[in-house]
């Protein structure tokens, strides 16, 4: 039979138990563009304070459940640089003896590069993360005017 009498067209399916980490791998389907969204705003909304700190039961158990990192796009990446650069504010602890230490022109030099990606990426982004970018933006440029004062 030749190629062009065959129409059947077929899909491929990943079926194996277990990520390519050796975890389970959970039956879920891709995360559509509104989820994205729903999981970004959720990000943006959460307080430093609430993220750093562990839940009662983690505390309890001392230990923490590995979870699997989140997908990479565009928004993670944005709010990866974002974290770091309230780390470099001062607004995130790593231990709750430790003081938390200000790096302000780290802090600015993170900010300035999540503006320069703005900048660069303009006209190719898609809504949401148009506003994931100028959201960010302004909280980091107002956390740093607090900060700085």
Do not use: H, W, Y
Request: a negative charge; glycine letters at 4%; hydrophobic letters at 30%.
């Amino acid at each position: 039979m030749e190629e062009s009498e065959r129409k059947e067209e077929f899909k491929v399916s990943d079926k194996r138990r277990f990520t390519t980490g050796g975890e389970k791998r959970e039956d879920e389907q891709a995360e559509s563009p509104s989820d994205k969204e729903q999981r970004v705003e959720e990000l943006l909304g959460s307080t430093v304070d609430e993220a750093s700190k562990p839940s009662e039961s983690e505390r309890e158990s001392g230990n923490r459940q590995q979870q699997p990192p989140p997908p990479l796009d565009f928004s993670t990446f944005i709010l990866s640089m974002a974290n770091t650069a309230l780390f470099q504010l001062g607004l995130i602890k790593l231990s709750e003896e430790e003081e938390p230490r200000k790096d302000l022109q780290a802090a600015r030099q993170t900010i300035d590069l999540i503006s320069l990606l703005e900048e660069k990426t303009r006209g190719n982004l898609t809504e949401a993360e148009k506003k994931v970018l100028s959201e960010t933006l302004f909280q980091l440029r107002m956390a740093f005017v607090e900060a700085s004062k």
